[in-house]
């Protein structure tokens, strides 16, 4: 399993390849726009990035060039574009490979294996240890304290979206968007409910929480007991409040 960066504006398109890239295995995250997938690739160091050219602020050729004065990380093209003097431009601007619009999932899936492959990148992604809470993103599974935690698919994504942000406070619009793929002004009561799921799966409330904290009027983060312990809850737990 690899943890790509998906750089698409179409929100469409973009929750299509999420789900397609996630059903093969992968951890993924996206970003609307040149400017936030450049920002997202350099902070999050992901395994590869997938970079759509036609970007409403700043054309994905250039993002590439910008990105390649920072960063190695491998990038495959996708594009509607398909002359050759384009794919020429964008693999000399550093491109690992590219792919033509409209592309199958399981093209874009061994693409991405193939890239990884050919550069000598892991797709084995480690646990992510959070405390005492063990989120296995390659089997999708959870322990706490060495305990079994049964989850839905949908609240293993919010878990492990979270768990790879430990101590970073996330809104629930970028919940909406990263987890669920909705669009801005989606229905922010999904995340509240999934919060409150989770924390019973996790035998706290927002309340009393151990792992699952509200920052009021921001959002809710990850973090080990030890490290928030001290601190009291920001909100109650019901719909509105994560």
């Known amino acids: 399993m690899a943890h790509l960066l998906v750089v698409e504006d ?10 397609a890239l996630r059903d093969k295995g992968h951890a993924v995250a996206t970003a609307p726009s040149g400017m936030a997938g450049l920002d997202a690739a350099v902070t999050d160091r992901p395994d590869l990035v997938v970079l759509d050219l036609g970007l409403p602020d700043v054309d994905g050729a250039q993002v590439l060039r910008m990105l390649r004065s920072v960063s190695d990380v491998p990038v495959i093209v996708a594009t509607a574009r398909d002359d050759e003097p384009e794919m ?6 550093g491109a690992d490979d590219y ?8 093209q874009l899936d061994a693409r991405v294996k193939a890239v990884l492959r050919r550069l000598g990148v892991t797709e084995t992604e480690e646990p ?3 405390g005492d809470l063990r989120v296995d993103v390659a089997s999708r599974e959870v322990t706490l304290s060495g305990a079994a935690i049964d989850l839905t698919p ?10 790879h942000r430990p101590g970073q406070v996330v809104s629930r619009r970028e ?23 989770l924390r ?4 706290e409330t927002a309340q009393s929480p151990r792992y699952l904290h509200t920052v009021r009027t921001v959002g809710v983060k990850l973090a080990a007991p030890e490290e928030t312990s001290h601190r009291p809850a920001d909100a109650p737990d019901t719909p509105g409040t994560a």
């Open 10 to 19: 179409d929100p469409q398109l973009r929750g299509a390849l999420v789900r």
């Open 88 to 93: 020429v431009t964008v693999l000399e601007a």
């Open 154 to 163: 949908r609240e293993f994504d919010l878990l492990a979206y979270l768990a």
């Open 200 to 203: 019973r799966k996790l035998g």
């Open 175 to 197: 919940l909406l968007a990263e987890v669920w793929q909705q669009p801005l002004g989606g229905a922010d009561k999904t995340v509240d409910v999934h919060l409150s799921w």
């Open 128 to 130: 992510l240890l959070v």
């Open 99 to 106: 792919i033509i619009k409209p592309f199958g999932a399981a």
